[in-house]
């Protein structure tokens, strides 16, 4: 599943990078930045694991702090109208971050994961319910940010969903934890899958992420 995963991750670098070659980083949203972020992060996490190491689970700290930082920028650029709000929330959840959280440890803080969960959903939930009240002709399935947002929305309920039971079950139940890794990376595959039919509305469509 590893493999599989890594694989879609890297045909939507790919993608990504034709189209911004084709037009520019700014017509994707920049989804090109945090793709490639996220394959070089895992990429290097796997090859880690595969030396029998695992020294590097810190760096997913700073990476839950790129994700909010990025997907603020996404979502306060197509929707401008909530710009100060979301100002507004990244400098509390950053403060938060900085004085409630361990994200300079060298074990990744699962209060950051689920902060950056519930940071998605808000955002989607913020983004389905603008693009729903103005309605327009164009279908919402052409629209590259609609693949964006489920994509974000599943990956985050699971991503709960399977912290909560890592709480409860760890001791427990271990080999249901693993059943739930492998799962995760199901979700992966789902998410980045949807992440390529955004890219592919971008391509087709030619519509452009930053409106």
């Known amino acids: 599943m590893q493999i599989i995963y890594l694989t879609i991750l890297f045909i939507d670098v790919v993608k990504a990078i034709v189209l911004a070659g084709r037009k520019n980083l700014s017509s994707q949203g920049y989804v090109l930045i945090y793709l490639l972020v996220s394959f070089l992060l895992d990429l290097y996490g796997h090859y880690k694991l595969y030396l029998g190491e695992r020294d590097f689970a810190y760096l ?115 080999d249901f934890l693993e059943i739930l890794k492998s799962t995760q990376y199901v979700v992966n595959i789902i998410m980045y899958s949807l ?3 955004a890219l592919r509305k971008i391509e087709t469509n030619k519509i452009q992420m930053k409106r």
């Not at 100060?84 to 004085?99: A, D, G, N, Q």
């Not at 300079?104 to 009240?133: A, H, S």
Request: with cysteine.
């Open 60 to 174: 997913f700290n700073y990476y839950s702090i790129f994700l909010i930082v990025f997907f603020f920028l996404y979502y306060s650029k197509i929707l401008p109208k909530f710009k100060k709000i979301y100002w507004y929330s990244l400098v509390i959840m950053l403060v938060y971050i900085s004085f409630f959280t361990k994200f300079y440890g060298q074990d990744y803080d699962n209060r950051l994961g689920i902060l950056v969960c519930f940071y998605f959903i808000t955002n989607t939930l913020v983004w389905f319910y603008e693009r729903l009240k103005n309605f327009d002709d164009r279908k919402i399935t052409d629209d590259p940010h609609f693949w964006v947002s489920c994509g974000l929305m599943l990956w985050s309920i699971f991503f709960i969903f399977r912290a909560i039971l890592m709480f409860f079950l760890q001791e427990e139940d271990p």
């Open 195 to 197: 992440f390529y039919m």
